[in-house]
C-alpha cells in the first residue's frame, strides 16, 4: 500500500489549501480509516484530523477545528484536506496515513501506512 500526498504549497494567510491524497496498492481503500498529520519544524508530528472508513465521521483538531474538513471518495482511492483561513502556524509538512481498523484515532501509533509529506508554508 503507498499514500502518495500533493497539493502544498506557498499561501498567504488567510488563504486556502487543499490537499489530496491517492492510494494505491492492493488494498480494500474502504476498510481504512484515514487521517492527517503534520510536522512543523522543530516539532513533534501532530494529529490533524481523521475520517473512518465510510466518511461518516470525523475528528478534528482543536486547532484546525472549523477551518479544516477532511473528505474521503473511495471509489477513487482518496482523502483530501481542504483548509481555508490558514495561519502561519499552520506552516508545516502535511503527512496522510492510513490504518486498517474499523474506528478513528489522533494516535498516530494506529496508523499502518503514511504518505510522504507535503509541504505547506503559510506567509504573514
Known amino acids: 500500500v503507498q499514500l502518495q500526498a500533493s497539493g502544498g504549497g506557498l499561501v498567504q494567510a488567510g488563504g486556502s489549501l487543499r490537499l489530496s491524497c491517492a492510494a494505491s496498492?492492493?488494498?480494500?481503500?474502504?476498510?481504512?480509516?484515514l487521517g492527517w498529520f503534520r510536522q512543523a519544524p522543530g516539532k513533534e508530528r501532530e494529529f490533524v484530523a481523521a475520517?473512518?472508513?465510510?466518511?461518516?465521521?470525523?475528528v478534528y483538531a482543536d486547532s484546525v477545528k472549523g477551518r479544516v474538513t477532511i473528505s474521503r471518495d473511495n471509489a477513487k482511492n482518496t482523502v483530501a484536506l481542504q483548509m481555508n483561513s490558514l495561519k502561519a502556524e499552520d506552516t508545516a509538512v502535511y503527512f496522510c496515513?492510513?490504518?486498517?481498523?474499523?474506528?478513528?484515532?489522533?494516535?498516530?501509533?494506529?496508523?499502518?501506512?503514511w504518505g510522504q509529506g507535503t509541504l505547506v508554508t503559510v506567509s504573514s
Open positions: 496498492g492492493r488494498l480494500s481503500f474502504s476498510s481504512y480509516a
Open positions: 496515513a492510513g490504518g486498517y481498523m474499523g474506528f478513528i484515532t489522533r494516535s498516530e501509533y494506529e496508523y499502518d501506512y
Open positions: 475520517i473512518s472508513r465510510s466518511g461518516s465521521t470525523t
